[in-house]
């Protein structure tokens, strides 16, 4: 009996000290769908080289995520941006990015990001958490493991964020680094204008009524 | 050198600086642009924690046709020069 009680304590203290989560007026588990009508959902690399920086960004992010509200480590979900979708400014060079040298948009459309595990979690406000992260980064049909920084913000469905979408919504910043050389991308008359490795800036806001 | 050869150098070499300048003016970039990224960051992005940033069809002139603008005009310079020179010796 004194085990289970032992047992049982040590279940609920671990689960109030080691769950971390938003402290919202909802609760339960929650998913949220960053498909946006309105394209405003944007993912960004942008790449530094001493010949010239380069942005190339997408408005076409599709893809959900689910976590208990209380708890941002059990957070799992898929993202996924077309390639073809990716501008950097220059009409030309957008052309050069699609090509099969380059992502090879025509064989492999979309660039995935399978969230596996969230960790480090970080109060910055009750509606506000910064967090690590990793997962599964797939592009031009490689699969690497890749780590990286987010801020995640919870607003509860108001008059203000009917603006935008219905239902609650999740915003993402999120950052992190691609080598573009493992993932096969190595072409030879871009690849001196472009950084080996490139920075990924993902902003995106999730509804959960979509 | 007669005055129609001065009056073609001095408009050359105006063209040129006029290209140099607008080049620097549009802030020296070394490829040239046909879209920029405008921030279109509203109260509910901010709130959010996100930036919203657009595409905005805008031409930025570079360098590449900087150099191909100057190149043409100095070829025109350099056959105008030719031909109003071929004419002097004619009169």
Known sequence: ?210 | MNKNQKILFLFSLLAILGIIIYWFMQGAEIFTKTKVLIDQTSELDKMLGVKNEVWVDKFILGLDYSAVAIVIILILTIILNNLLKNKQKES
């Open chain 1, 1 to 210: 009996m004194k085990i289970i009680q032992i047992s049982f304590f040590l279940l609920a203290f671990s689960l109030t000290t080691f769950a971390q989560g938003f402290k919202v007026e909802t609760s339960g588990e929650k998913t949220f769908n960053f498909t946006d009508k309105g394209k405003r959902n944007q993912a960004s690399f942008f790449s530094t080289t001493p010949l010239e920086d380069i942005t190339g960004l997408t408005n076409d992010i599709n893809g959900k995520v689910s976590f208990n509200v209380n708890d941002i480590k059990s957070l799992k979900g898929e993202l996924s941006v077309s390639t073809a979708s990716i501008k950097t400014g220059i009409d030309l060079r957008d052309e050069h990015l699609r090509d099969a040298d380059w992502l090879d948009a025509a064989k492999y459309p979309n660039i995935k990001f399978t969230i596996t595990e969230v960790k480090d979690v970080k109060r910055l406000a009750d509606n506000r958490l910064q967090i690590k992260f990793s997962g599964d980064f797939t592009l031009k049909g490689v699969t690497k493991k890749i780590t990286g920084e987010a801020t995640l913000t919870y607003l509860v469905e108001s008059e203000q964020t009917k603006q935008r979408a219905p239902g609650d919504l999740l915003g993402v910043q999120a950052k992190f680094k691609v080598n573009l050389f493992d993932f096969g991308v190595k072409n030879k008359v871009i690849g001196q204008k472009v950084a080996e490795v490139v920075e990924v800036s993902v902003n995106m806001v999730g509804s959960s009524a979509i």
